[in-house]
């Protein structure tokens, strides 16, 4: 029997950040052996994972990052099944250690199969998974480009957001996050009128025609009508017609206009749940 010494266990620990009494076990399950150790952690996570993969991850933590040059920004969920371990350091800096790799990446598929320390992010996510004891997914990724990229990152990790600008100017920087911000707190449909499903405009005449009837309005003023109340979803529910929450003076558009010619381009926002 190999002898296993704690220097040997702790080592495997900050490796797979498993338990200490989980890789002692697996050391002498591998008889010394660090890559043999590795994979009956491995093994592990996969039974685990097997035994929990009905189960719903729900909490976790929604982080956003943006490259050096401020024109790409990615936002994830890690998801987990419990508070108690979205809240975990390890787990927490895992979610940045992948955040900061999506940046290199186009998709959720491309991120999974990437390199992470010698094995690729859905191995990493098994092994945690067998680690932690919980379902551990990627249950969001969302990339976008644009002249200058800002982001937010609600408390408690619940809530991330990227919001893309037109040009990189003076102030880009205070701009793009209080609309992050806005789009974390508003949670906006669409960017814009464009931007709103015809399925989802159809809907709300349909609902705004039948609240005109039952009020009594003549049939034949139910289509101007409901083209008003049109109007008042788009503002609500599109992010740049929204009134800006920190001036309801202004809508976001308006303020965006407030440091130049600039336009909000694009914006993602991913939660927990």
Not at 217 to 239: H, S, V, Y
Request: glycine share 8%.
């Amino acid at each position: 029997m190999a002898n296993i010494t704690a220097a040997d266990v702790n080592k495997l620990r900050q490796i797979t950040g498993a338990g200490m009494m989980d890789c002692k076990k697996a050391l002498v399950e591998a008889e010394g052996d660090f890559d043999k150790a590795i994979e009956v952690l491995r093994k592990k996570g996969q039974k685990v994972a097997a035994n929990r993969a009905d189960r719903e991850s729900t909490e976790g933590a929604a982080i956003a990052k943006v490259n050096a040059a401020g024109t790409v920004g990615v936002a994830i969920v890690l998801g987990c099944e419990t508070d108690f371990v979205g809240k975990n350091e390890n787990f927490v800096n895992l979610a940045n250690q992948l955040a900061d790799l999506a940046l290199n990446y186009a998709s959720k598929e491309e991120l999974l199969a990437a390199d992470f320390n010698g094995i690729t992010v859905a191995e990493k996510l098994i092994e945690q998974t067998g680690v932690i004891g919980e379902k551990i997914d990627l249950n969001a990724f969302e990339k976008i480009e644009a002249p200058f990229v800002g982001s937010y990152i609600h408390a408690g990790n619940k809530i991330a957001t990227l919001v893309g600008l037109s040009a990189n100017v003076g102030g880009a920087d205070v701009v793009a996050k209080d609309v992050a911000m806005q789009a974390a707190a508003m949670n906006p449909i669409a960017l814009n009128e464009a931007g709103v499903d015809a399925s989802i405009i159809e809907k709300e005449i349909e609902i705004a025609k039948d609240q005109l009837r039952q009020e009594g309005k003549p049939e034949a003023m139910l289509d101007n009508i409901a083209k008003g109340k049109i109007q008042r979803f788009f503002k609500d529910n599109t992010l740049v017609n929204q009134d800006f929450i920190k001036d309801s003076k202004l809508s976001v558009s308006q303020y965006v206009k407030t440091i130049g010619d600039v336009e909000v381009v694009n914006f993602k926002r991913v939660a927990l749940g």
